[in-house]
């Protein structure tokens, strides 16, 4: 099985832009999260979507927003970018998203903002 | 809030040794606890978990040890090789039906000859 694929692997933006992040989860898995891990606050968590609902958010502006298709792809966007956006954003899936099976991490956007 | 922190920031041990790396977290309501090990320019991967119910489990070379009376998870790696040297990472699930995880700040695990 393929693992968790985010695309692009790294992008280059300017404050004020805004960026899409894609997903594609594990084949099968239904719970998609979104993390965002910076050098100074380490992996936090931004949102989690299931079955195309958001189900739980993380304490980030409302900038930060994402979605989840019916094939279970999500994507992200972050509007009016800061450069305190810098950051790697990981997606994480899971199977059925019941909150004690493992997650399974992609390797990240690594977002710059000059 | 709950938080999940990491006693040593990093951790050198010799090729061949075990290493332990200790975790602390707060919720007593927690249910689901997971290891992550990353290395430089990937994303985390999955080593272990456990359920509040259990107090010991075990992979391969790995051990996970759960005391809920001290708040505390431990990884053990048997007999370390270098390619075992990555941050780790411990992690307090909500459980309940989210994925929503808790990260420690991770620890740099280092293995010298």
């Known amino acids: 099985k393929a693992g968790v694929t985010q695309t692009p692997r790294y992008l280059i933006k300017t404050r004020g832009q805004q960026v899409t992040l894609s997903c594609s989860p594990i084949s099968g898995h239904r719970s998609v999260s979104w993390y965002q891990q910076t050098p100074g606050q380490g992996l936090q968590f931004l949102f989690e979507?299931?079955?195309?609902?958001?189900?739980n958010k993380g304490n980030f502006p409302g900038r930060f927003s994402g979605r989840q298709f019916s094939n279970s792809r999500s994507e992200m966007n972050v509007s009016t970018l800061e450069l305190g956006d810098s950051a790697l954003y990981l997606c994480a899936s899971s199977e059925q998203g019941t909150g004690n099976q493992p997650q399974h991490f992609g390797d990240g956007t690594r977002l710059s903002i000059l | 809030g709950e938080s999940v922190g990491l006693h040593l920031p990093t951790l050198s041990v010799q090729e061949g040794d075990n290493s332990i790396i200790n975790c602390a977290y707060s919720?007593?309501?927690?249910?689901?606890f997971i290891w992550y090990k990353q290395e430089s320019g990937k994303g985390p991967q999955f080593i272990i978990d456990?359920?509040?119910?259990?107090d010991k489990r075990q992979g391969q070379r790995v051990t996970v040890l759960l005391n809920k009376t001290v708040k505390h998870l431990s990884l053990q790696i048997a007999a370390t090789q270098p390619g075992d040297s990555a941050v780790y990472f411990c992690?307090?699930?909500?459980?309940?039906?989210?994925?929503?995880?808790?990260f420690g700040t991770g620890t740099r695990l280092q293995v010298f000859p």
């Open positions: 992690a307090d699930g909500e459980g309940r039906n989210t994925d929503k995880l808790i």
């Open positions: 919720n007593s309501a927690s249910d689901y």
């Open positions: 456990i359920r509040s119910n259990m």
């Open positions: 979507y299931f079955s195309e609902t958001q189900r």
